[in-house]
């Protein structure tokens, strides 16, 4: 497929804030799904938000749902993931997601396997 290349993780007290961009490389289509996951130690991965960039339309996971924004630009090909009000539980390796088309897209955009490129993920650190 194409390539994701994820940054702006790290280490961040509670409360906090920290934003994730993701771009990707050898895509030429005009719009992109895009998804952010995240998988702890010991736990499966995750949906944490999902966006479309023909519609804007956006989904979140209900435990990040108005703590965390994702948005696009889609001329840089470029997602982001804004993280306020962090919390220990958010810590993980958040992992940025795309795919070309999902069919269905309002009741698939949650599963991993919907999305076929991903990139090497990026560790987030919340301490208590």
């Known amino acids: 497929q194409f390539q994701l290349v994820e940054s702006g993780g790290g280490s961040v007290q509670a409360g906090g804030s920290l934003r994730l961009s993701c771009e990707v490389s050898?895509?030429?289509?005009?719009?992109?799904?895009w998804g952010w996951f995240r998988q702890a130690p010991g736990k499966a991965r995750e949906v944490v938000a999902s966006i479309y960039t023909g519609s804007g339309i956006t989904y979140y996971a209900d435990s990040v749902m108005g703590r965390f924004t994702i948005s696009q630009d889609n001329a840089k090909k470029m997602v982001y993931l804004q993280m306020n009000s962090l919390k220990p539980e958010d810590t993980a390796v958040y992992y940025c997601?795309?795919?070309?088309?999902?069919?269905?897209?309002?009741?698939?955009?949650?599963?991993?396997?919907?999305?076929?490129?991903w990139g090497q993920g990026t560790q987030v650190i919340v301490s208590s």
């Open positions: 050898g895509y030429t289509y005009a719009h992109i799904y």
């Open positions: 997601a795309a795919d070309q088309f999902i069919m269905e897209y309002s009741v698939r955009w949650f599963k991993v396997n919907e999305y076929r490129s």
